[in-house]
């Protein structure tokens, strides 16, 4: 079947300007996670669903970082007011129940604020 | 805070070479995870071992774990230019009531033709 898939896969915006990214999970996964990803790091935690609830946001860097998951499929990261910093590539997973399953990656959105 | 460290950061090794990956890791863990990675993008999942299990084999990989050390390895035999990738360990941790996976930096392998 479909794996996770990750949109745009690439994003340019300009520092101060809101973006979203979108991650649809494979069907029937009722767990999903954001991760970011820094040139040379590995990936880092940001939220996890269970369903349509955020069982775990404590990587959320601050409170311009927002994820939402209405019916518990697809999900959006919100971010705004972006800052230079905020350039990375997030990557999306999804698992059939609980993280310390096999986590199923999507390919990522690389984000370029200038 | 980043729990995984691998060893070494970068390898580079001819085909049909061995590459041994190491991870050591702070806390208590549920299980780790081997994850690898092409070209800086999605992640693909190698293999699980259970905190209970001290090694356990998939195709050409073997990982161990020694819980006693807070240690794992990674072993890729055979190796093909093909594994040429970025391969990342992630202890499996509860914190704040929730597993998660914490990962490394990932040991850059390079599979040299």
């Known amino acids: 079947g479909a794996g996770v898939s990750q949109t745009p896969s690439n994003k340019v915006t300009e520092k101060g300007k809101y973006v979203e990214l979108r991650c649809d999970p494979i069907s029937g996964h009722t767990a999903l996670y954001w991760y970011r990803q820094s040139l040379g790091q590995g990936p880092e935690f940001l939220i996890y669903f269970q369903g349509t609830g955020a069982a775990d946001d404590s990587g959320l860097p601050n409170d311009r970082f927002f994820a939402v998951r209405p019916e518990g499929s697809v999900s959006t990261l919100k971010i705004q007011r972006t800052e230079r910093g905020d350039s990375a590539v997030y990557l999306c997973?999804?698992?059939?129940?609980?993280?310390?399953?096999?986590?199923?990656f999507g390919p990522g959105t690389r984000l370029l604020v200038l | 805070s980043q729990q995984g460290e691998e060893d070494p950061q970068a390898l580079s090794i001819q085909e049909g070479e061995n590459a041994t990956m190491n991870c050591s890791y702070k806390t208590s863990i549920n299980n780790l995870q081997w994850y690898r990675q092409n070209s800086g993008r999605g992640l693909v999942h190698l293999i699980l071992i259970r905190s209970n299990e001290r090694e356990k084999h998939s195709g050409r990989l073997r990982v161990t774990l020694d819980t006693s050390k807070k240690s794992s390895s990674l072993l890729i035999t055979a190796s093909r230019a093909a594994d040429t990738a970025s391969y990342f360990c992630a202890p499996v941790i509860t914190q704040g009531g929730s597993e998660k996976l914490v990962f490394g930096k990932g040991t850059k392998l390079t599979v040299n033709p």
């Open positions: 997973a999804s698992s059939l129940g609980f993280p310390g399953e096999t986590q199923y």
